[in-house]
DNA sequence: TCAATAATTCAACATTTCAAGAGATATTGA
DNA sequence: TCAATATCTCTTGAAATGTTGAATTATTGA
């Protein structure tokens, strides 16, 4: 990941109400969920929610699929996994301070 | 790290000039840099790179000490690294699919 | 103390962002 | 087609943010 996504996808998450819709949204995990249920859950209204799942989506971190009636958001876990990846990598350039502060699951290698 | 030291230090990094000043602070490491040498580094004048380390400060992922005339800036790993963490963790509740996409190096672990 | 250096603060301005609500659009079933 | 549901778009105003350059403060050495 370049630095322009980059930037474009930490802008998105430094707003609580996206940052809690995104880590809703990964909770629900491949099921998704609608714009009416991420705004219940994360107490906003129906368009304060649109209105931010269309930033996640234009961030790259949100997918979006219509069914029927409703519209299913979906986290990115690849654009989350490249974002994680570019700040320990270009970002932070693997240093082994930083590495050793993030407690990495040890089965995950 | 909670939610709101988190979203300080994402809202930090979501600044290109702020991001680069990060990166060119981890390549110092713990040797850090002036005000002066951080503004040369990212283009940015002197004023402009004082305004944007305070930023980095007020947010956690930078440190400061007065050395003689100097002022030298350091990168917070251990923030750093708990950012990271937090994304991984408590934002993306350590999801396989994720980790699996952030190239963690095998030695870490 | 004075001059030079380093960094910060301030004011002004433009830009962006956020929230709220009204209205518009798309989809479905009766 | 009509009503109900789900979502999106648009406007408004308030607040926050970023840039610039000038003025200010702090430190050092002559």
Chains 1, 2 share one sequence.
Do not use: W
């Not at 989350?80 to 240093?95: A, V, Y």
């Amino acid at each position: 990941m370049k630095e322009e996504p980059a930037l474009d996808i930490l802008g998105a998450l430094s707003q609580q109400t996206r940052l809690r819709i995104v880590r809703y949204l990964v909770r629900c995990g491949s099921a998704g969920a609608s714009a009416g249920d991420v705004g219940a859950e994360v107490d906003a209204s129906s368009s304060r929610a649109s209105f931010h799942l269309s930033a996640l989506e234009n961030a790259g971190v949100v997918t979006s699929e219509r069914q029927s009636r409703k519209i299913i958001y979906r986290a990115d876990f690849r654009k989350l996994g490249q974002l994680i990846s570019f700040l320990l990598e270009d970002c932070c350039g693997n240093h082994p301070e930083i590495l050793a502060c993030c407690s990495i699951p040890k089965d995950c290698c």
